[in-house]
């Protein structure tokens, strides 16, 4: 199937043109979601994010006794979760994401390819 031949007229030329240049776009985008799906955005553990990221047992303390030390514990804990279950929820909405731009781009290179093969077809 000629896209571009000499017989077809220029304005179809053209939109054969710009249907593949489409094509083209729309599979890269498939491509490079369907990586990041492969190569997702890990979600570890409490633990392993603690031990990596936060300071909970570096820090100095401000007071001496043993209540104000075991109250600080709790709070720089509780700051701790708060930042894993957002750093968790931010990477999970990226995975999401990652699925339905798939998705979106994937139906997009169907629906240019079919334009495509149908505005080119011989009639009979």
Known sequence: MAYFSKEKDLLLRIVNSVLIVGLVITIIITLATG?????????????????????IDKLEYECTDEACIQELDKERKKTCTSYYLEEKKEKEKINKANKSNFFISLGASLILFC????LNRKQK
């Open 35 to 55: 990586i990041k799906i492969i190569n997702k955005e890990k979600v570890g553990t409490y633990e392993e994010y603690a031990k990596n990221v936060c300071t």
């Open 115 to 118: 334009t495509l093969k149908l």
